[in-house]
Every structure is written in structure tokens, then in C-alpha cells.
């Protein structure tokens, strides 16, 4: 482990939260594996099965199914050690999230992975840190969560990931009107951050977030906003059941008219959403089945097709968690600061191509895709763009 000067490991110490203490203290005396190397080891995937996010949150736990069944041959074991994996429901809620992760603590769970949802995922890295667990965020995109403390990592990509590669789809914005459409929660507030630092600070567009309440369902009024500001650029950032109404208001007030857009490619079941402007807005991608031929790949992709499931959006994200976890303890055993210093620098081949851990921050360098949408409503097709290299589009390393 490189001691960084970036963030520091915190003892748990008197930084461990009272209540939590007595529950784990008194469970772990209680450990019938008796921490020895022959016992299972207690993983748990934390995620959306419920709420607003509960497709993507179906998506991270099968891929994670499959990355485990590759990354251990079919076995479910690591060097003889069984994976007891537990599955709990967020509902998309950081306080339910919050509850089943010291519930999985309690137990003595050391791996934690699985939420999908940024305001959740936020919420959980803070209890990594104070009960020193093995924390490996889900599909959260938010920035927030590279760097946050010493026991966090993620599988997925991060929004400042997405943004960079947009900026290599417009062109010159200097001087240009970027409109940020997006929920009002974490990740859409994270959005408008990276849009602003990279295509405001860095290129010289004058960027405008435009925020609707997560729970909206009547978007018109928001959609209104957005032609309201002429923009030259409309970057959307949206998520969940609601991803279907936002494009029918983006596409009913004209914006495809007078704009263009960008959005990321989301998941297969929004594709018909976008109507006949499918093929008219530039799609930013961090996975498509279709964008990588490599051996991980084929292998989510066939498992997937077992469960007669068409790999999508999330899946890759789920079995790069799996591949982490294989590896914290195939190397770190049952000590922690060894799965820590195992997945640090750990550089490897995911579902997308050649990923790498950076170490002094965590953050998750990974290829990243441009993308459009081929064929008719009903059966559109993404069709591959541009591959980004996973160092040319890396993140600034964070800070505390």
C-alpha cells in the first residue's frame, strides 16, 4: 500500500460508530469460520432491487453473477474458499442502503459492492472507512467517490469520464451556450460539476444547468427551459424509470430541431424512447456488448445469453466488481489493508478492454466509447464510434 499523500487509512479506533461497534464486536467473537483461511468468505451486494433504479441495480447483479462464475472458473470458490454472498435491496435509498450494510457489518462481512445509485453510494463509502470493510462501488457515477477514503473503489465509470468524451464529440464550445439537463440529486448534480470544469473551465463554453426534481414525472415545464436558453449544446444526464418522458418533452418542445445533443448511451430499453431522433443525437458510451471482442466479454455476454438475458448497460460494471473481489482475496486473504493493497495499481482485462486501478486515488482508468443509434424504432442497433484510451481520458487525480 503507497502511502499517499492524497488520503490516509483511518484505524477504526474511537472513529467507529458506537452502536456499530458493540453489534460487530459482539458478532465477530462469534464467527463460526473463527477467521481462519478455511472458512467462507462473506461478501455482500448491496443494491437498487427496488426504487428508481432497480433495472440497473438487476443489471450490476447479474453481471456480477457471471464475473464471479469467470473469475473462479465456475467454482464460486477462491483458492478453496467458498464466496458466501449475500444479495439485500437499497430501494434507492441511502438509509435503507445504510442499514443493510451494517446489518452485512454485523455478520462479519469484510466485501462490500453493488449500489448503483450515487446518492447511495456516497452515503455508504463513510461507513467503508470507519469499519474498515472493502468497499467497491457499483455503477455510481458521481466523482465524489474516487479518492473519498482508503477502503473505496469502484467498478463502474465516473462522470468526469463521460463528459471528456462528449468534449471529444462537439468540438470547439468556446464562447458556446452547453445547457446541463439532469435530476436534481447527486448524480445530476455531478453532471453539471464535470460539465462546467471541462467544457466551462477548460474549453470556454458558458454552461447552464437546467434541474428537475427527481421525482418529477410532468418534464415539459423543464423541457421548455431548455429551448428557453438557445443553447448550442444540450448535454443530458438522466437516470431510471423517468428516462422515457424526459426525451418524449425534449422531443415534443423541438429541441432536436435547434440543438445538439448528447446524452450517454443508456440502457437497451430507452433506445426506442429517443423516437425518430434516435439517429440524430451523439451517444457517449462506457459499454455496449457490441463495442469489445475480448475474452471477458464473450464470457458476459454467453453466461447473460444462458439466462436468456442480452448484455446491457450495467452488466459490465457488475462483473468488473466480481473480478475485484476475486482478486482482494485471492491475494489480501482475510486481511483487509492486504485487498486494499492487492487492487491498488491492479491492472487487468474487463468486459470493455484494459482497465487499471490507479493507486493514489482509486480511480477506475477504463476505455471510453462514442456511439450512435442504426436502423428503425424497434429495432435499433449501437453501432461503435471512436474507442477512447483509458489514460487519455483519466480523471485529475483527487484530493481530500
Known amino acids: ?28 467473537s462469534e464467527d463460526p469460520s473463527g477467521g481462519g483461511d478455511a472458512g467462507p468468505v462473506k461478501v455482500g451486494v448491496v443494491t437498487s432491487q427496488s426504487g428508481l433504479l432497480s433495472a440497473y441495480g438487476e443489471q450490476f447483479t447479474q453481471g456480477f453473477k457471471a464475473g464471479i462464475d469467470y473469475a473462479t472458473d465456475g467454482t464460486g470458490e477462491v483458492d478453496g474458499r467458498k464466496l458466501d454472498i449475500e444479495y439485500a435491496d437499497d430501494g434507492t435509498d441511502p438509509a435503507k442502503a445504510t442499514a443493510a450494510v451494517t446489518s452485512m457489518v454485523g455478520k462479519g462481512t469484510q466485501i462490500i459492492t453493488g449500489p448503483v445509485s450515487s446518492g447511495v453510494a456516497v452515503q455508504v463509502a463513510p461507513l467503508a472507512e470507519q469499519n474498515q470493510f472493502l468497499y467497491i ?27 471528456v468524451t462528449s468534449a471529444r464529440i462537439v468540438g470547439d464550445l468556446n464562447g458556446k451556450k452547453v445547457v446541463v439537463f439532469a435530476q436534481d440529486y ?28 427527481v421525482d418529477a414525472t410532468d418534464l415539459t415545464p423543464f423541457a421548455r427551459q431548455v429551448i428557453d436558453e438557445k443553447p448550442d449544446l444540450v448535454f443530458a444526464a438522466w437516470a431510471g424509470e423517468t428516462t422515457n418522458a424526459m426525451w418524449q ?45 475480448n475474452e471477458p466479454n464473450k464470457a458476459l455476454v454467453s453466461y447473460l445469453e444462458g439466462e436468456n438475458v442480452k448484455a446491457d448497460i450495467f452488466h459490465n460494471d457488475g462483473f468488473v466488481a466480481a473480478q475485484l473481489v476475486v482478486r482482494a482475496v485471492r491475494e489480501g486473504g482475510d486481511d483487509v489493508n492486504g485487498m486494499i493493497e492487492a487492487l491498488e495499481g491492479w491492472e ?34 449501437p453501432e461503435l464510434g471512436e474507442t477512447l484510451a483509458a489514460e487519455d481520458i483519466a480523471p485529475p487525480v483527487a484530493s481530500e
Do not use: W
Open 348 to 381: 487487468f482485462t474487463g468486459p470493455k478492454g484494459q482497465q487499471r486501478i490507479r493507486e493514489e486515488d482509486h480511480a477506475m482508468l477504463q476505455p471510453m466509447f462514442t456511439a450512435s443509434l442504426t436502423g428503425e424504432v424497434g429495432a435499433l442497433t
Open 249 to 293: 418533452s425534449l422531443s415534443q418542445q423541438g429541441v432536436f430541431d435547434d440543438t445538439v445533443v448528447v446524452t450517454g448511451l443508456a440502457d437497451r430499453a430507452s433506445f426506442d424512447s429517443f423516437g425518430p431522433a434516435a439517429q440524430r443525437i451523439d451517444f457517449v458510451s462506457h459499454y455496449f456488448a457490441e463495442a469489445s471482442d
Open 1 to 28: 500500500m503507497a502511502n499517499s499523500s492524497t488520503f490516509k487509512r483511518v484505524r477504526l479506533g474511537a472513529l467507529l460508530v458506537g452502536s456499530l461497534a458493540l453489534v460487530v464486536g459482539a458478532c465477530a
Open 137 to 163: 462501488s457499483g455503477s455510481a457515477a458521481t466523482d465524489a467517490i474516487t479518492g473519498i477514503n482508503d477502503y473505496t473503489f469502484r467498478s463502474g465509470r465516473q462522470t468526469y469520464q463521460d463528459v
Open 186 to 213: 447527486e448524480f445530476g448534480q455531478a453532471n453539471v460539476a464535470a460539465v462546467k470544469a471541462v467544457l466551462g473551465e477548460e474549453q470556454g463554453a458558458d454552461v447552464v444547468p437546467v434541474l428537475a426534481p
